[in-house]
């Protein structure tokens, strides 16, 4: 074997193990003391509903609410704390979960959540719900768990945060 060749098999054993770390990341856990203000305007999205419509709704005021600071992360820093019936747009998939029967644009949602989490929204999801509800391997790997829904929504106001809930 030449040295090319020892090289390339060196490489190609050496990612084996971190492919498989990257495809079987857990999402990430905070404490209430990682909850921080990060810019000048800080908000929190409250979402605890069990209607997609509404949810989509919350989504496009985000986005509004993110245009009159030139979707700039250092201008406004928005979180959507999500609990109860709410945390079922954080999944993957809702088989095997109550809302299974649901028919949830699951695609629509996400692809409109991956673009805000460009301009540093940030998705918590209520860590009693997950682990009554057992959706932690269901979550998408973007949800960050926060100990308590309503916890982290009474935390971040103390420390500032605005709060926004749709109707």
């Excluded at 809702?94 to 409109?112: F, N, S, Y």
């Excluded at 009554?132 to 926060?146: E, N």
């Amino acid at each position: 074997m030449d040295r090319r060749n020892f090289f390339k098999l060196g490489a190609a054993a050496m990612s084996v193990p971190l492919v498989n770390t990257v495809a079987s990341a857990a999402n990430v856990r905070l404490s209430f003391d990682d909850l921080k203000k990060e810019a000048k305007v800080n908000v929190i999205y409250h979402a605890d509903f069990p209607q997609e419509k509404r949810f989509k709704t919350m989504l496009r005021n985000i986005t509004n609410h993110l245009s009159v600071y030139d979707f700039d992360p250092f201008k406004v820093k928005i979180v959507v704390v999500s609990h109860g019936a709410g945390a079922k747009f954080l999944l993957k998939e809702l088989r095997g979960t109550k809302w299974e029967k649901e028919p949830i644009d699951q695609k629509a949602l996400k692809t409109k959540m991956e673009e805000l989490l460009q301009y540093g929204v940030e998705f918590y999801v209520c860590g009693i719900t997950v682990k009554r509800a057992k959706l932690a391997d269901k979550l998408y790997d973007f949800a960050k768990i926060v100990p308590s829904g309503v916890g982290t929504v009474a935390h971040l106001q103390t420390i500032g945060y605005a709060y926004i809930k749709v109707q």
